[in-house]
């Protein structure tokens, strides 16, 4: 685009972490010389969307994701080009261990999970998480032959199939529900772990398909001359809290362009480009990037392309609670080594989950310091979400005190409510998407982000606002501009 080309008007809509990502791409595009001018349009009070910290005696509170995956890198890639890359601190791997409930007891995750399949003999041979039976199945499963192409079906029947009904309960179940706040009788397999597909079509059997992954690791390794180093850790946060993030690129966009409690009310298709209303006007725009919750998009997008709202409104969703306990470490001697535990739905608890913070944040909180972040709701239980602060701190800490032990009061208590928060890939997901896909490629200028598409985790958000961003730059360049009223 020349520098002559007319200034192009690009909305971004929602300011969560997708939304962020894309006005942070537009900037670069407008600070590199493109002639573009857009605005962030926020329903809320504050930047952010679901990541938020807070800090209360020092210590560091994420309010909802407390870190990334490493291995995707868009997260730490955006870090280091936000220039915290002093921030990123590497999960406690040393310490990482991470428990099953089953009654009273906390028994570990065998090691060898490799994607929830066993590639260890012995652990998975003396683990007490497994019955015999279910033992005898995982072995034969290594003769499992190729398999042909099937449909989609949730991740818990492709696990039924191979593992048994007791994997699902006590492996599946709980790790889906940690990860998506989601039910594994519903997602889908293909859109959750399109890996373990791959394998399946290629070698029947997913623990050979496991073990045959690993050897080709060790010999590439081999062949390269390179010696193994520590593999990297499984999570990434901020030092200071991933809140750092959304001020990193609000603090780096032009002032005005970001527009805080700003509702989107409605948007319309209009001659050369799109029209969307607040309660304080109407703005016309070249292009727009949707970095909603998909219910949001698709109701604001339903007048304009029925078949397209009513695919994004149909997108599940799941609701979640966070409950922050802080504790001094001395109170916390009865907690068993490791990360935290994992509560099958088998189980019938209201916790889904508990992280000891302390241990898999090494350094994060001050010396003395130790924190429990619980995890309630997940899908089916959005009846807490009605809950009184009070009431889910008594459900947490009943309990805390029933499976750890933990009598001790803790010096101070922080509740976040998530509500439709989470999306949910359910079987189907992939075909909805080609579906929207289709529909988004012929409204131009109208692109989507956010984690309803393509990944619910922090990075995949962050790369669907980056694309977002591109692709709407690309659109805008073959259209005509729009003529701002303002
Ligand atoms: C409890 C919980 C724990 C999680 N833990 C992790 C984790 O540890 N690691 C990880 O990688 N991921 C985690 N995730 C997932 C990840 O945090 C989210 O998927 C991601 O942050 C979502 O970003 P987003 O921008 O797509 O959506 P959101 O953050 O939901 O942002 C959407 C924004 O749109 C705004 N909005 C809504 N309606 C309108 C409107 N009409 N007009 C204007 N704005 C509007 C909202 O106010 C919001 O700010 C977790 C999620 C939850 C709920």
Not at 370 to 385: P, T, Y
């Amino acid at each position: 685009m020349t520098s002559t080309s007319p200034t192009r008007r690009i909305a971004i809509l929602g300011g969560g972490i997708a939304g962020l990502s894309a006005a942070w791409t537009l900037e670069k595009a407008r600070r590199a010389g493109h002639p573009v001018d857009f605005r962030l349009y926020e329903a809320a009070d504050r930047l952010g969307g679901v990541i938020n910290s807070d800090t209360v005696d020092g210590c560091v509170i994420e309010c909802c994701p407390d870190s990334f995956p490493t291995e995707k890198p868009a997260a730490a890639a955006l870090c280091r080009e936000l220039g915290i890359a002093d921030q990123l601190l590497g999960s406690n791997d040393a310490e990482r261990k991470t428990y099953i409930l089953v009654g009273k007891r906390l028994i570990p995750l065998p090691d060898g999970l490799m994607f929830m399949v066993p590639t260890k003999l012995l652990p998975t041979a003396l683990t007490p998480l497994f019955s015999w039976s279910t033992k005898v199945r995982m072995a034969r499963e290594y003769l499992f032959p190729p398999a042909a192409a099937t449909e989609d079906e949730s991740v818990a029947a492709m696990t039924r199939r191979h593992f048994g009904q007791q994997t699902v309960d006590r492996l599946v179940s709980p790790l889906l529900s940690g990860v998506y706040g989601g039910d594994a009788t519903q997602l889908s397999v293909r859109a959750v772990l399109p890996r373990m597909v791959e394998m399946e079509q290629k070698y029947g059997s997913l623990s050979r398909a496991m073990l045959a992954g690993r050897r080709r690791m060790a010999e590439a390794a081999k062949q390269s001359g390179r010696k193994p180093g520590p593999p990297p850790s499984l999570f990434t946060t901020l030092r200071g809290g991933m809140r750092l993030m959304v001020d990193a690129i609000a603090a780096l966009l032009p002032s005005g362009t970001v527009h805080l409690s700003t509702p989107i009310q409605s948007l319309a298709q209009t001659s050369g480009g799109w029209t969307l209303e607040t309660a304080f006007g109407t703005e016309r725009f070249d292009a727009v990037i949707l970095a909603l919750p998909a219910w949001v998009a698709g109701s604001l997008l339903r007048s304009v392309d029925r078949t397209l709202g009513d695919a994004l409104s149909g997108v599940p969703y799941s609701s979640s609670i966070t409950v922050n306990f802080g504790y001094n470490l001395d109170q916390l001697t009865m907690l068993p080594p490791g990360f935290g535990y994992l509560v099958p739905a088998i189980e019938q608890r209201r916790m889904l989950a508990c992280t000891f913070v302390h241990a898999k944040f090494a350094g994060r909180l001050p010396p003395g310091k130790g924190m429990l972040r619980c995890f309630l709701g997940g899908a089916g239980n959005d009846q807490l979400l009605d809950e009184s602060d009070a009431g889910l701190t008594a459900i947490a800490q009943r309990e805390l005190s029933d499976v750890l032990g933990l009598s001790a009061p803790p010096s101070f208590v922080r509740i976040h409510r998530w509500r439709q928060s989470m999306a949910q890939y359910g079987v189907g997901h992939l075909e909805r998407m080609q579906q929207v896909r289709a529909s988004v490629a012929a409204l131009p200028g109208l692109a989507l982000a956010g984690n309803a598409y393509q990944g619910i985790g922090v990075p995949d958000c962050i790369r669907t606002g980056q694309e977002a961003a591109e692709t709407v730059l690309r659109s805008i360049q073959t259209e005509p501009a729009a003529v701002a009223k303002r």
